[in-house]
């Protein structure tokens, strides 16, 4: 894409003030209740809450002690009082005395015990004492940056799962829409604060009033799911493998500084675009609380062992810290390469791409429910992946659940009987895991991660996954292959910042390898769609500019024969690249400009209109002399922003065919080099959407391979 789009782009997103999340609705069907809601009030938020004292003294005495940042003097009541966008979660006066009073009994309780039993930890809650007025001005920095998110949104914007945005304090905030017991549904945040006035809409965003405060636990992973006594069952086996180890890093960087920016995109002359804001590491643990296992007459930590070798084998039986024996490889595959919420909302971080309205790209119109939602990520179990899909076309029980290894035939088939009960596994939204004995408390982020309760005991098998859940094509969105950009929140991140473009820096992603300083690499968020222009799986792309050399790394996918083809926009911008695999050359260079000439080598053809017609064969046939060229359209199933036309509409969305490789297990590395001949160091490579298909089915003429 050219220079002048960017920047038209990011002029008008920062001359506008945006104090809405988009158009998704929530996904509770039952009535809201209205009662609560406030209309514009002509005030900014830190008017609005001192012109209340009798509410929110106690909030504004916490926001005039917090400060913005450590090199900053001003305070974040200062910064509510300025012109922007914001979210305020403002808690009663009530709600902040009976927190602070709870904080001072934990902690002087622990206090009193450690005297009498030194090897009893003190719990440093940082609150030494139950007067507002003694809270400190870190602590006070604490909860004040909880309860701001640098956005507007309103709550019947927002879908379970969390805010779009993270608050000042990099944390999520979780949303559930429990009912009432008179009926309409209600918000409540991180399971413990309910929004008992909504929506107040000032001049700078939202205030949102509520009746406690928001405390998100700084443990660890291992820490928070030992908390919760429903989960001590797979806590015992964390502990036993050692993955608590695993589950315990956060801090991989300390040295990274987020407030860098990297080479304008375009120019490369000076930095502009900004590096993704954090650099940290995080999971997603998918969980079977005790209940679960009870119900498969699992009780204790030998009979979970039992049932492990059952499907693992019995392989270091004696040691569980060996990734060879069957629990470790039991708990391995519970944990995801990333953290993942619930729902993506209109933000970064969901399972799935879904209510996602920025910058004219809108999921449900671009990936329309028509066809099923996909993706694949990695576990900790070497070489091994989860699928997940949000399966649109099951009217079954499975419709728009969150589902893992989904089975082939909308869900019904499975290859060996045993494991009919360990397929098509629902991952449980918050408000159904509080429904489980003993999680009516249930905490779901950690530091580092996010817990999400499952409804079926999971269990990997290789012949299920190659002959059922994985026997198709796969495709993969390029960003989702960097695991770094989903668990930062950058994956997804809208544009509503004013900036268009994330810079990744060298080093930033261990599957990204960047082997020069001469290429620029760019993660471009979701943008408009449309025909005659770049049409994009899920709205964004991988942008590479300069004398670039970089290479990425495959997904763990079985070992097996696999068409890869790389998804990419044509452009004028574009140069030519040589493909690698695995250090070893991939045909001829691929010429990415769009021109005449480059649509005639591809074979790309008109369907329909401006007089032509083409008949199913014929479509057919020219599909099938394309491919003999090594080329694809792009696929049906993802539109433009008409339902009536798609990627294959589009003579600038390709497919190109690498080739056909044996991959055995182990890493498989795809390089990308510039060879485009008296290049000026300004041509762009564009990469959409990776596809990894295996053979059988391509060389099935039973079941040939469809157009989505």
């Known amino acids: 894409m050219n220079k002048n789009f960017f920047k038209s782009m990011k002029y008008l997103l920062a001359g506008v003030i945006i104090l809405s999340a988009g158009i998704a609705t929530t996904s509770c069907d039952d009535r809201i209740d209205d009662e609560n809601r406030f209309t514009f009030t002509g005030e900014l938020i830190a008017d609005h809450l001192q012109n209340h004292p009798e509410k929110f003294s106690h909030f504004v005495e916490i926001l005039n002690k917090a400060k913005i940042g450590k090199k900053s003097s001003g305070s974040i009541l200062k910064t509510l009082s300025t012109y922007g966008s914001y979210t305020c979660f403002a ?86 829409w429990p009912k009432n017991e008179d009926g309409p549904v ?25 009746d406690g405060v928001l405390n998100p636990s700084n443990n660890l992973l291992p820490e928070l799911i030992a908390a919760q006594p429903s989960f001590s069952l797979f806590s015992s086996a964390i502990k036993a493998t050692g993955l608590d180890k695993l589950l315990s890093t956060y801090e991989i960087d300390p040295e990274y500084d987020g407030t860098l920016k990297g080479k304008d995109f375009g120019t490369a002359e000076k930095g502009e675009e900004p590096y993704p804001e954090e650099k940290k590491q995080k999971y997603t643990v998918l969980i079977e609380s005790n209940d679960l296992f009870a119900q498969n007459d699992i009780n204790t930590l030998p009979e979970l062992i039992e049932f492990a070798e059952k499907w693992y084998g019995t392989e270091a039986k004696d040691s569980c810290t060996n990734p060879n024996n069957a629990l470790y490889k039991f708990v391995a595959y519970h944990i995801i390469d990333r953290q993942l919420q619930y729902s993506s909302g209109t933000g970064p971080g969901g399972f799935l791409m879904e209510n996602f309205d920025c910058s004219n790209f809108n999921s449900e119109i671009n990936m329309p429910t028509t066809f099923d939602r996909y993706d694949y990520f990695e576990t900790m179990l070497p070489y091994t992946m989860i699928k997940v899909t949000k399966p649109f076309t099951n009217e079954g029980t499975l419709r728009q659940e969150i589902v893992i290894n989904y089975a082939q035939n909308m869900g019904t088939a499975y290859v060996k009987e045993e494991m009919r009960p360990h397929i098509n596994v629902i991952v449980e939204r918050a408000s159904e895991t509080t429904q489980r004995p003993g999680l009516e408390n249930f905490t779901q982020e950690a530091l580092n991660g996010m817990i999400h309760t499952i409804d079926r005991i999971l269990i990997y098998n290789e012949d299920e996954m ?74 964004d792309e991988l942008l590479v500019t300069g004398q670039y050399d970089f290479e990425y790394r495959l997904p763990h996918v079985p070992e097996g024969d696999y068409e890869i083809r790389f998804g990419f926009s044509t452009s004028i911008n574009r140069g030519i690249c040589q493909f690698y695999l695995d250090k070893k050359i991939c045909g001829i260079p691929v010429d990415m400009r769009k021109n005449e000439e480059n649509t005639i080598i591809m074979g790309w053809f008109k369907e329909k209109g401006d007089g032509i017609e083409m008949s199913e064969d014929e479509i057919k046939a020219n599909d099938k002399a394309m491919r003999n060229r090594g080329y694809m359209k792009g696929p049906a199933s993802i539109h433009l922003n008409s339902e009536k036309e798609s990627m294959r509409d589009s003579d600038m969305s390709i497919r190109k065919i690498i080739g056909t490789f044996r991959l055995k297990q182990g890493n498989h590395w795809l390089r990308f080099k510039n060879v485009t001949e008296n290049s000026s160091g300004t041509d762009q490579f564009n990469q959409d959407f990776l596809e990894m298909v295996p053979t059988r089915i391509i060389n099935d003429p039973t079941k040939p391979e469809d157009q989505y």
């Open 186 to 210: 209600y918000a409540l945040l991180n399971n413990s604060a309910r929004i008992i006035e909504q929506d107040i809409q000032t001049e700078n965003g939202y205030v949102q009033v509520i």
């Open 91 to 176: 808690p009663t006066n009530e709600a902040l005395e009976k927190f602070a009073e709870e904080m001072y009994i934990k902690h002087k309780e622990s206090v009193d015990i450690h005297n009498t039993d030194p090897s009893y930890p003190i719990i440093n809650t940082g609150i030494t004492s139950p007067n507002i007025a003694d809270i400190s001005d870190s602590m006070a920095t604490e909860i004040a940056k909880n309860h701001i998110i640098e956005m507007g949104y309103r709550t019947i914007d927002v879908n379970e799962g969390s805010f779009p945005k993270a608050t000042m304090n990099r944390r999520a905030t979780l949303i559930t």
């Open 466 to 539: 190659v002959g059922n859940i994985i026997n198709e094509r796969m495709r993969w969105d390029i960003m989702s292959l960097f695991p770094e950009l989903t668990s930062n929140g950058e994956r997804w991140k809208t544009s509503l910042d004013g900036n268009n473009l994330t810079y990744i820096p060298k080093g930033y992603s261990e599957r990204l390898v960047i082997n020069n300083n001469d290429s620029h690499v760019y993660y471009l968020r979701p943008h408009q769609t449309w025909t005659g222009q770049y049409p994009n799986y899920q709205g």
